[in-house]
């Protein structure tokens, strides 16, 4: 096979791959219909109707380019375009569901780029020798159940069968009803269970801006970020803001004043890929004249070292501790949410960078990050991640972007890298 | 005259006074009750049902200590004690209103502590020499109409006509209307003016902990402070808090946390009486995983000196510009309020400084913090104001509480210098 791969002039692909753009930007407008408010922005949560239409609109197209099409027990969508050979093969895609007013680009590009790359490579070169599958993975914002990640999850077998009652939505609608109302059968959940893939990618819009900053075409993503959500609350007094000399308070806005700046001089000394961020934050009793007696706020911290984030996080911790003993208040703090790092599989990220430089597209190797269902699905599967970029670094808003111009490079490294892998 | 006063054993007073703690006990308790909640707060907003219960018992009391009782037209009730000498006489009283949810003190302890001083002075001496008024000032707290101290408004001829129908409160209920509602007659306002006035005093709770802290029966308010209200906006960029480099971002809460700290140093640094705040503080989007894009803060700064004040003033707005700069953020500064300080007089001040001593009880010379009737009448009557001690500086809540043996020495104060004064 080595062979018929040095043959493979990679401009062919690439070529291909931009006289279909008008294919590619069809797929994303027709999807996008589904779920689009007035306001522009899309709401479509897993197993809703918008989410259920656009799913069969994927099912139709898996069909037109000649994919056999089936859907799983969690209502994970797959179209394989069947190897000649057997054995493990390859998979590609992304998630299908938004969040409230979201675009059209998070999730949905990366299976509309799974489906054109298999698709395109299918027109020019016939069937794969190995299994090459297109995949909807059915859930991965958590806007709709308390658990995020269900298609994933699914697959690598990381799903409970007692989490299909259990997670129920905000109007009291299990993830086993929601699933059967759309058709599937969540009894054949642990059939959802792949062991027999060799690699998954996943294309996503970057949501930041380091790739429109620098001109860069693609991202090779290396690792997916390790994140820690603490919740902090300062209890101070309240006083009297005319009456009360500056000497006598326990202001509990200015004890989280103090944190909110070190926690970002923290991030920002520890430099790129160190974040933190306190994004949400209330104060009472919240009137002009009174001395604020309660404030809380929420901690992001992310590092792919889960070394340096467990220092972010003890460093946090004392920052909030001495934030709190200089204006003689109270503090807890308390750890909301945390996910692992998940380093992405080296032989599979040397495939991307390779192939990049084949096609002649421009890379960089970054760090997610946000969290995708790829940190999942390495678990078990080797798996890396190609990121395009996202105007203006927006996501999870009508206003997400990505021009056509841009979103082609991507497309061809995912077409090229199946071709390396799979023909 | 002068002969009675130096005969005078101010022991005599005092000692009535503390004999008769449980008739001010009673007056307090029973005034109390009027806008009592099962909470435990009052709820007595001007020419309410429960406002006007309070007022009718006050009225009898005035009557009962042998006062001549009126209410002009705007409705504070006058309590006379007639002097045996015509010519201007002298007046103390405060306000009956309460804010939502406050509690038996603010207010109302300055009228029943003058009920108590001119009827003990009556019961044991006869009618005074010149004219003695108990005073209930209809409004301070400005909790029902857009404007406040209709009372001492009326008084000092400051209470414009065409305010009785512009004022209205949340119902839309003008001033004229709620105050007919009680029977009174709004067409008389402009006969509420009394230029026949020698002085005014004021006794008040602190509000504050200077008195508790120091152990002091008595303040003496020099001033009451001037005071500015600041609304500032921060506009920085929402952007994914996982996503975007700290060295990319415009976190708008980053520089309002700045300018928090900053605003609050100022303050400190120029020390007592200045005070800077930050009461209120909203967060937009206020997502844990989103940079704030947007923070609107309120800022409260005061001082007496209007020189300072207008120092300060400056100051905070080069604050929040330097903050937002740091951040590449947009700022926006709104003078929301503003009061000019009242500084109190000085004769009637010294009267006070002078009586104290004489009582034997402590006294300390203060800024009042707060906004008070006070700083509306000595624009136009010589005042002053007396402050007794506020347990752990509370109140505008059901945790105002002044013990009975701490306001004995107030009302001593109050009638000793009615005695110096009017006798």
Redesign the interface.
């Known amino acids: 096979m080595t062979q018929e791969k040095t043959q493979l002039d990679p401009k062919e692909i690439y070529d291909y791959v931009k006289k279909n753009a008008r294919l590619v930007e069809d797929y994303i407008e027709t999807l996008g219909a589904s779920g689009m408010q007035p306001s522009g922005g899309i709401i479509r949560p897993v197993f809703s109707a918008a989410w259920l239409e656009a799913h069969r609109k994927l099912a139709a197209w898996m069909r037109e380019a000649g994919l056999e099409v089936r859907a799983d027990g969690i209502g994970n969508l797959w179209g394989l375009s069947k190897g000649k050979e057997s054995g493990p093969g390859y998979a590609s895609g992304s998630h299908l569901d938004t969040v409230k007013e979201g675009g059209k680009f998070d999730g949905a590009l990366g299976i509309l780029a799974a489906l054109s790359a298999v698709r395109f490579l299918k027109e020019l070169y016939g069937p794969p020798r190995l299994n090459l599958e297109v995949v909807q993975l059915c859930e991965e914002e958590g806007s709709r159940f308390s658990k995020s990640f269900l298609g994933s999850r699914a697959i690598t077998g990381n799903f409970p069968a007692e989490e299909l009652d259990q997670s129920r939505d905000a109007e009291g609608i299990s993830v086993r009803q929601a699933a059967r109302a759309c058709g599937f059968d969540p009894g054949q959940l642990a059939a959802a269970q792949r062991n027999d893939l060799a690699g998954w990618l996943e294309l996503h819009i ?5 790739l429109e ?1 620098t001109h860069t075409d693609t991202g090779i993503v290396q690792s997916i ?1 390790g ?1 820690k ?1 603490l919740g902090v609350v300062f209890e101070g007094q309240a ?10 308070r326990s ?1 509990a ?2 004890a ?3 944190a ?2 070190n926690i ?1 001089s923290l ?2 000394d520890l430099g ?10 209330s ?1 009472q009793p ?7 007696a309660r404030v809380e706020l ?1 901690v ?1 911290i ?1 590092h792919p070292d889960p070394a340096t984030l467990a220092e972010l996080n003890r460093r946090a911790h004392e920052i909030c501790q001495n934030a709190a003993a200089s204006q003689s208040c109270g503090v807890q703090v308390e750890l ?1 949410m945390e996910k692992q790092a998940a380093p992405m599989t080296p032989a599979i990220v040397k495939a991307l960078e390779d192939c990049a430089a084949e096609l002649g597209i421009s890379s960089m190797p970054m760090v ?4 995708h269902d790829s940190q999942v699905m390495v678990e078990k599967i080797p798996s890396a991640m190609i990121f395009v970029p996202s105007k203006d ?1 927006r ?2 808003s009508r206003a997400e972007f990505t021009p056509l111009e841009q979103i082609m490079p991507g497309i061809a490294l995912l077409a090229q890298v199946f071709y390396r892998l799979a023909y």
Do not use: Y
């Not at 790129?272 to 934050?281: D, I, M, Q, Y």
């Open positions: 970057e949501q930041g801006r380091l900053t970020t994140i959500h006083d009297h803001a005319g009456t009360t000399p500056m000497d006598l202001d806005l200015v989280a004043a103090q909110i700046t970002n991030a920002r790129r890929p160190a974040v933190g961020t306190v994004g949400k934050l104060v919240g009137a002009t004249n009174i001395v604020p929420t992001d992310r909301l997610s990050g946000a969290g670094g996501s999870h």
